[in-house]
């Protein structure tokens, strides 16, 4: 082989090393600028994605204030004392239950109240000296301007003691009460209600006539806009005792994060399932866990001492914690969470404090066991008026003539000096009361 052709060959495959060596590099270029632009749309989109966080979470605490700040400003526009409304409309819901619509008679704004909360009304009954006290719970949407809304059932005598009275305030609604007429009304109050600045799932439990503050609830979520998803459940015997029940289909078919559960009890002849009800028996533990999909929600109850007890006793088993837990009743049906266990000094000076109704001329000796001052006096035969039996319409108050009080729960209002809600307190030391 020549010179020349062996110089040739050189060149040959010296160039096609150079371009082989040329395409290796131009492709590490490619390759390094392709991960460089991978990691610049990961690192923008984490960006973007961060960005979109805070600002939803700029735009939550935003609302929240202004929740907040309209809440303080609808505070401030409330009322003390007594303020006089005109029933402008009275509408038969089923058996012995009406909604009554309530507006101001001085024509000026209403305050936004908060779902939940009740009125407290001060009613002149004919025949008493003294004026009575009867607290309900709003039942309709904060959003509503012009008027108040309250749904009340006549309380009958107890089946197995028919001698009794039928209840007094829910038999002058009933059977008395009508559109025109003025009623004398406190602002609404109460600790019991939503929150609505937050967002997280609830479950709504009703039972009978409870179904008053949780229908409140869910008017507002739903006349708010807000999508927070709620489960509620509804309890009764049938047809004939079901409570708003066209409003009650009409804000579950219009809202899809409302889900509506009823119970019937008793279905009727004429009670269709899965047209008028959803489950045929009680609203319990049971059926929460066959509809609910987890137990992390908060719940919201209202109904009688049973349903309340049955189902806070039920939510506890299941691992639901306290904390998630809230209820309202009034009266006798009202549910006390677990009270912090008093310490052996505690109760060993509670068993020496003396009580004395001075108007009765009876003193006795306090029981630790009891649950308030108010049920411990009519325990042992004093006779003391009461309404909420929730530190709320005051009806309850003694004025203290010596000694002090420990309150259990902070009043809904504030006792006058000199004097104690009795349903919500009990004896500090020695205690003298007027009654």
Same mark, same amino acid.
């Not at 009688?304 to 914690?321: H, I, N, R």
């Given at each position: 082989?020549?010179?020349?052709?062996?110089?040739? =060959?050189?060149?040959?495959?010296?160039?096609?090393?150079?371009?082989?060596?040329?395409?290796?590099?131009?492709?590490?270029?490619?390759?390094?600028?392709?991960?460089?632009?991978?990691?610049?749309?990961?690192?923008?989109?984490?960006?973007?994605?961060?960005?979109?966080?805070?600002?939803?979470?700029?735009?939550?605490?935003?609302?929240?204030?202004? =929740?907040?700040?309209?809440?303080?400003?609808?505070?401030?526009?409330?009322?003390?004392?007594?303020?006089?409304?005109?029933?402008?409309?009275?509408?038969?819901?089923?058996?012995?239950?009406?909604?009554?619509?309530?507006?101001?008679? /001085?024509?000026?704004?209403?305050?936004?109240?908060?779902?939940?909360?009740?009125?407290?009304?001060?009613?002149?009954?004919?025949?008493?000296?003294?004026?009575?006290?009867?607290?309900?719970?709003?039942?309709?949407?904060?959003?509503?301007?012009?008027?108040?809304?309250?749904?009340?059932?006549?309380?009958?005598?107890?089946?197995?003691?028919?001698?009794?009275?039928?209840?007094?305030?829910?038999?002058?609604?009933? /059977?008395?009460?009508?559109?025109?007429?003025?009623?004398?009304?406190?602002?609404?109050?109460?600790?019991?209600?939503?929150?609505?600045?937050?967002?997280?799932?609830?479950?709504?439990?009703?039972?009978?006539?409870?179904?008053?503050?949780?229908?409140?609830?869910?008017?507002?979520?739903?006349?708010?806009?807000?999508?927070?998803?709620?489960?509620?459940?509804?309890?009764?015997?049938?047809?004939?005792?079901?409570?708003?029940?066209?409003?009650?289909?009409?804000?579950?078919?219009?809202?899809?994060?409302?889900?509506?559960?009823?119970?019937?009890?008793?279905?009727?002849?004429? /009670?269709?399932?899965?047209?008028?009800?959803?489950?045929?028996?009680?609203? /319990?533990?049971?059926?929460?866990?066959?509809?609910?999909?987890?137990?992390?929600?908060?719940?919201?109850?209202?109904?009688?001492?049973?349903?309340?007890?049955?189902?806070?006793?039920? =939510?506890?088993?299941?691992?639901?914690?306290?904390?998630?837990?809230?209820?309202?009743?009034?009266?006798?049906?009202?549910?006390?969470?677990?009270?912090?266990?008093?310490?052996?000094?505690?109760?060993?000076?509670?068993?020496?404090?003396?009580?004395?109704?001075?108007?009765?001329?009876?003193?006795?000796?306090?029981?630790?066991?009891?649950?308030? =001052?108010?049920?411990?006096?009519?325990?042992?035969?004093?006779?003391?008026?009461?309404?909420?039996?929730?530190?709320?319409?005051?009806?309850?108050?003694?004025?203290?003539?010596?000694?002090?009080?420990?309150?259990?729960?902070?009043?809904?209002?504030?006792?006058?000096?000199?004097?104690?809600?009795?349903?919500?307190?009990?004896?500090?030391?020695?205690?003298?009361?007027?009654?």
């Amino acid at each position: 082989m020549n010179a020349t052709l062996i110089d040739s =060959l050189r060149v040959t495959s010296g160039g096609s090393l150079s371009f082989a060596l040329g395409l290796t590099l131009l492709a590490g270029l490619f390759m390094w600028l392709a991960l460089e632009i991978f990691r610049s749309g990961r690192r923008v989109l984490a960006e973007n994605q961060q960005q979109r966080i805070a600002l939803e979470k700029l735009r939550a605490q935003l609302a929240e204030t202004k =929740l907040r700040c309209r809440e303080a400003e609808q505070a401030q526009t409330g009322w003390n004392g007594i303020r006089k409304f005109a029933v402008v409309k009275k509408v038969f819901q089923c058996d012995d239950v009406n909604a009554f619509y309530l507006k101001p008679h /001085d024509g000026r704004p209403l305050p936004q109240f908060k779902p939940g909360q009740y009125l407290t009304f001060q009613l002149d009954l004919p025949g008493r000296d003294k004026s009575l006290i009867r607290c309900y719970s709003l039942s309709d949407s904060p959003h509503q301007k012009d008027y108040y809304r309250v749904t009340i059932k006549k309380e009958k005598s107890p089946a197995d003691k028919p001698e009794l009275p039928t209840g007094a305030g829910s038999s002058f609604f009933t /059977d008395v009460v009508k559109e025109g007429d003025i009623l004398n009304v406190k602002a609404p109050t109460g600790h019991f209600f939503l929150d609505m600045a937050k967002l997280n799932p609830i479950v709504l439990l009703a039972g009978g006539v409870g179904i008053t503050p949780m229908l409140s609830m869910a008017n507002a979520i739903a006349a708010g806009g807000s999508k927070r998803e709620a489960y509620f459940f509804f309890g009764v015997r049938n047809r004939r005792e079901h409570i708003h029940k066209e409003e009650l289909e009409k804000l579950a078919a219009e809202h899809d994060n409302i889900h509506l559960h009823i119970a019937y009890s008793k279905p009727g002849e004429k /009670d269709v399932k899965e047209k008028d009800f959803h489950h045929e028996g009680r609203v /319990d533990i049971e059926l929460l866990k066959a509809v609910l999909p987890s137990n992390n929600f908060e719940y919201y109850l209202c109904g009688s001492g049973a349903f309340m007890k049955s189902l806070t006793d039920g =939510l506890e088993a299941w691992g639901v914690p306290d904390k998630d837990v809230y209820f309202e009743a009034f009266g006798p049906a009202t549910v006390k969470k677990k009270a912090t266990v008093p310490t052996q000094a505690e109760t060993t000076h509670l068993q020496k404090v003396m009580v004395t109704f001075a108007r009765s001329n009876k003193t006795v000796r306090w029981e630790p066991i009891a649950e308030n =001052l108010l049920e411990f006096a009519k325990s042992q035969g004093v006779k003391i008026d009461s309404g909420c039996c929730a530190g709320g319409c005051g009806s309850c108050s003694v004025a203290i003539k010596s000694g002090a009080v420990t309150y259990l729960k902070k009043p809904d209002a504030t006792p006058e000096a000199g004097s104690c809600f009795t349903c919500v307190c009990r004896p500090k030391n020695d205690l003298i009361l007027d009654a």
